[in-house]
């Protein structure tokens, strides 16, 4: 088994939990959002969406879930009438290696799916290729794990790019979203040092996107419900 990379300082750790369980909202949240529109239209473009949100939203809970098990481990014995459970976070820590990978997988398919919902490519080869090398990635990223922060740099441009060509950030909630883009791609640059000085650093930028996000997501909300 692969040990645990364990770069929080210690006085943070649970800190970050509680900023990747803000953001898990908040990508409900517009996973929400996105599966309501896709109810009334039937449109691919909020299906993509929706799918994409809620696969970020289910790596950050994996990893979330994780990394309070690796920082405050438990064990606890529960009877109800002839049923006896056990949790015990030894069982997690010694699955470390399946549910990084796990986790990595969702977060590279979301961004995957981002990636084909902004440039608009809905060839089923691309489709394949893509998820085929998002497969390879997280297997490889097990033995290199600074492969897996590489290969989501390299998205988050690519979507960050297209993204503006795309929209030219006429209005403001396309700035927040573009901002929060930005954000990822610095917070991911930081966490491939796999230093404690710059874990903060990186999961403070990771906050502010989730804050831009949130931000975007009221504004087209709000703006909807206005206009009807």
């Given at each position: 088994m692969m040990l645990s990379i364990i770069v929080a300082p210690p006085w943070f750790r649970g800190i970050d939990c509680?900023?990747?369980?803000?953001?898990?909202?908040v990508f409900l949240l517009i996973a929400f959002f996105a599966y309501k529109a896709t109810r009334i239209t039937n449109d691919k473009?909020?299906?993509?969406?929706?799918?994409?949100?809620?696969?970020?939203?289910?790596?950050?809970?994996?990893?979330?879930?994780?990394?309070?098990?690796?920082?405050?481990?438990v064990e606890r014995e529960v009877f109800i009438g002839n049923f006896h459970l056990k949790y015990a976070s030894i069982?997690?820590?010694?699955?470390?290696?399946?549910?990084n990978?796990?986790?990595?997988i969702l977060f590279l398919l979301g961004l995957v799916g981002l990636y084909f919902l902004i440039t608009r490519s809905e060839e089923k080869r691309h489709v394949f290729l893509l998820v085929f090398f998002t497969t390879i990635v997280t297997?490889?990223?097990?033995?290199?794990?600074?492969?897996f922060h590489l290969t989501n740099v390299v998205l988050l441009a690519?979507?960050?790019?297209?993204?503006?060509?795309?929209?030219?950030?006429?209005?403001?909630s396309q700035k927040m979203i573009m901002t929060a883009f930005l954000c990822l791609m610095l917070s991911q640059v930081l966490f491939l040092t796999f230093l404690s000085r710059f874990y903060v650093n990186a999961?403070?930028?990771?906050?502010?996107?989730?804050?831009?996000?949130?931000?975007?997501?009221?504004l087209v909300v709000f703006g909807t419900k206005s206009k009807k």
């Amino acid at each position: 088994m692969m040990l645990s990379i364990i770069v929080a300082p210690p006085w943070f750790r649970g800190i970050d939990c509680i900023f990747e369980y803000f953001g898990i909202v908040v990508f409900l949240l517009i996973a929400f959002f996105a599966y309501k529109a896709t109810r009334i239209t039937n449109d691919k473009k909020t299906k993509w969406l929706f799918i994409s949100f809620l696969l970020i939203a289910g790596s950050y809970l994996i990893k979330a879930f994780k990394d309070l098990n690796f920082y405050f481990p438990v064990e606890r014995e529960v009877f109800i009438g002839n049923f006896h459970l056990k949790y015990a976070s030894i069982a997690i820590i010694q699955s470390e290696v399946l549910i990084n990978a796990i986790s990595r997988i969702l977060f590279l398919l979301g961004l995957v799916g981002l990636y084909f919902l902004i440039t608009r490519s809905e060839e089923k080869r691309h489709v394949f290729l893509l998820v085929f090398f998002t497969t390879i990635v997280t297997y490889i990223s097990s033995f290199i794990p600074h492969l897996f922060h590489l290969t989501n740099v390299v998205l988050l441009a690519e979507i960050s790019y297209f993204y503006f060509k795309k929209t030219k950030l006429k209005q403001p909630s396309q700035k927040m979203i573009m901002t929060a883009f930005l954000c990822l791609m610095l917070s991911q640059v930081l966490f491939l040092t796999f230093l404690s000085r710059f874990y903060v650093n990186a999961k403070i930028l990771e906050l502010i996107a989730f804050i831009f996000f949130l931000i975007a997501y009221s504004l087209v909300v709000f703006g909807t419900k206005s206009k009807k």
